[in-house]
């Protein structure tokens, strides 16, 4: 039985796939501890896995992200983004660059000597890390550990040719084209990132393991063994890195997390959903349902131009959102607003949601069936947004030239659809999905040689 530690960073939007394809890897005939956050350890006993203590970033997001305890920094980091994301894609993107430098590679001496303490406690025979956790991926360069690398978001996170950067979308949607200068702007400071990184990569393996091979891109280092992407194998998509064994999930999505909804939320959804109304569903991640704005327009639009009832996710803004005068008078028998929802268990009864293309919810619509609506804000939701668009999974718009009419009429052709365009991809995502790329996971690690414990 192969020991394995599964590594993430303490966001929950990173904890839980990670976690479902740990339970994957379990199922296969692994041995299986997840290393996280303490706040994290609910998910290792809730998926059967073994649960480590570890910390790799001092950002953290437990399920809403302006309620998690952050250091005085990071809180103005966060307003600092969220206020970029109004002023467009270019500048929230610009704001990210700028920001990633701390985010990214913070205490990399303090996590190498706390991966090594970890390796000589628990000795797996190989790790499965996060790909965003540039410190941990590091210490396992350092180290010369054997690791499958899992990457969370869109696969051009990976950048594999010489022209990719990290940061800068490799596609952008319909709606949102940023002009020739700005995404001049745009290429400049992720190329700069690209090479600072890189340079400080380089200072702590000449530091730590001066034996070991220089990287030759930060952002590019991977597994050279395996890749895991947890997105569908779309024809278009840029290359995967050449070497590693691309596995591509399709989605790490939880079956048991489609059918359980508690009699509180089964009673209200009965509600919305009285006499055959079908059900929108409304939420912008763990981050983004800060943007209360973009959430109002996208809600009364639904009310106003469809026949629609809503379930609208607002994190620390529900109750401002409900406050509103003109959403305040609605209908309770139309409209739920609340902190926040169990979406993979909803989405079974949405005939639509609304999304900001954030991978999780692009998978898990599309392993429901569930055409959606992209407003995408930043990071790679522009890549996910153009990939929902040319597959013909829904519709995109720009958050911040949303008006309710162009909302409306969104919506009204994706309701009129009733997710028939999803089938296809449907199917073949939910063919694949975790316990497929588990099995093909422990395949190709069980020929990887363990080495002797690092001093």
Known sequence: MPRVVVVSPPFRSHAAPLSVLGAALRDAGADVT??????????ARDHGLGFAELTVTRNANHGIAE??????????????FLDATRDGAVAALLTQARHRRDDLLA?????????????????????LVDQLSYPVTLAMHCLDLPYATFCPGHPSYLP????????????????????????????????GNDRAFTEAFHHVVRRHSPGRPLPQRAFALCSPHAVVFNYPPLPWLP????????????????????????????????????????????AFGTFLSARHDVLRTVTR????????????????RADELARDPWLAAASPERLCVAESVPQQALLAHAAVMVH???????????????????????????????DLERAGLGLSRDPNTLDAETAGAALRALLATGGHGTGAQRAEVLAAGPHRAADQLVRVMRGVPRAPAPS
């Open 34 to 43: 997840l290393a996280c956050a303490p706040a994290f350890a609910d998910l």
């Open 67 to 80: 309620r998690t305890l952050r250091a005085g920094r990071e809180a103005e980091r966060l307003r600092e």
């Open 107 to 127: 205490d990399p001496d303090r996590i190498l000597a706390e991966i090594r303490d970890l390796d000589r406690r628990a000795r797996p025979d190989w790790y």
């Open 160 to 191: 594999a040719g010489p022209e990719a950067y990290f940061g800068l979308p490799y596609a952008w949607p319909d709606s949102v084209r940023p002009e020739p200068a700005d995404l001049v702007r745009l290429r400049d400071a992720a190329a």
């Open 239 to 282: 290359a995967a890195p050449p070497g590693p064994v691309a596995v591509y999930a399709g989605h790490c999505t939880a079956e048991s997390a489609s059918t359980g909804l508690d009699d509180g939320w089964q009673t209200t959804v009965a509600r919305l959903t009285l006499g055959g109304r079908p059900l929108v569903l409304i």
């Open 301 to 316: 639009a639904a009310l106003e131009c469809t026949a629609a009832s809503v379930i609208v996710a607002a994190g620390d």
């Open 356 to 386: 900001h293309g954030g991978n999780n919810s692009f998978t898990e619509c599309l392993t429901a069936g569930v055409p959606a609506l992209v407003l995408p804000f930043s990071s790679d939701q522009f890549a996910i947004a153009h």
